[in-house]
T-cell receptor
Framework: AQSVTQLDSQVPVFEEAPVELRCNYSSSVSVYLFWYVQYPNQGLQLLLKYLSGSTLVKGINGFEAEFNKSQTSFHLRKPSVHISDTAEYFCAVGPANNLFFGTGTRLTVIP | EAGVAQSPRYKIIEKRQSVAFWCNPISGHATLYWYQQILGQGPKLLIQFQNNGVVDDSQLPKDRFSAERLKGVDSTLKIQPAKLEDSAVYLC???????????????FGPGTRLTVL
């Protein structure tokens, strides 16, 4: 069985400040982890993914995430956010053909 | 490269009516997914096709939902009859065939927002 917990439903942050969006997972099979972003009225877009190898994963738009097996976490970070980063962010765990998504974290960047 | 297309973008119906959604995946993508995203929740996989065959429909409420991908390209998802709890955004995604090199990224369409009154 697999599941994802996103601990924060909403995260407000000031422009140019750092941000961390938290994700914890459970999985009984090989762990593949993903972060997706959803802008208003748009579909989901892949930010980054962890399949194997280095535990620090870099993605698009300056985001990165660190896979921590002992804490079963895959937190998303950005050192300096922009207004354009305002969106819903989803963490997901899966094998290739069956992604389980968390409930999402709404990131609001305040000018 | 054109993305995943979906129509309509919005649909409002009354309960017990029928509704259909259409999806055209990215050209060459063998795998197609339909997700249901209820407000405040993450997307939930309803059904997955590889070419014109069903790979996984374990979470599809088959008493009222049906989907087809007859020619292995575009797909339709139907709800008949609709219930209030079907109000959601229905997302279509596509990817290269499972089993290809690497992990096939899923590309999502903009979704169809369904409101059942």
């Amino acid at each position: 069985a697999q599941s994802v917990t996103q601990l924060d439903s909403q995260v407000p942050v000031f422009e140019e400040a750092p941000v961390e969006l938290r994700c914890n997972y459970s999985s009984s099979v090989s762990v593949y982890l993903f972060w997706y972003v959803q802008y208003p009225n748009q579909g989901l877009q892949l930010l980054l993914k962890y399949l194997s190898g280095s535990t620090l994963v870099k993605g698009i738009n300056g985001f990165e995430a660190e896979f921590n097996k002992s804490q079963t976490s895959f937190h998303l970070r950005k050192p300096s956010v922009h207004i354009s980063d305002t969106a819903e962010y989803f963490c997901a765990v899966g094998p290739a053909n069956n992604l389980f998504f968390g409930t999402g974290t709404r990131l609001t960047v305040i000018p | 490269e054109a993305g995943v297309a979906q129509s309509p973008r919005y649909k409002i119906i009354e309960k017990r009516q029928s509704v259909a959604f259409w999806c055209n995946p990215i050209s060459g993508h063998a795998t197609l997914y339909w997700y249901q995203q209820i407000l405040g929740q993450g997307p939930k996989l309803l059904i997955q096709f590889q070419n014109n065959g069903v790979v996984d429909d374990s979470q599809l409420p088959k008493d009222r939902f049906s989907a087809e991908r007859l020619k292995g390209v575009d797909s339709t998802l139907k709800i008949q009859p609709a219930k209030l709890e079907d109000s959601a955004v229905y997302l279509c995604a596509s990817s290269q065939a499972l089993g290809d090199r690497g992990f096939p990224e899923q590309f999502f369409g903009p979704g169809t927002r369904l409101t059942v009154l």
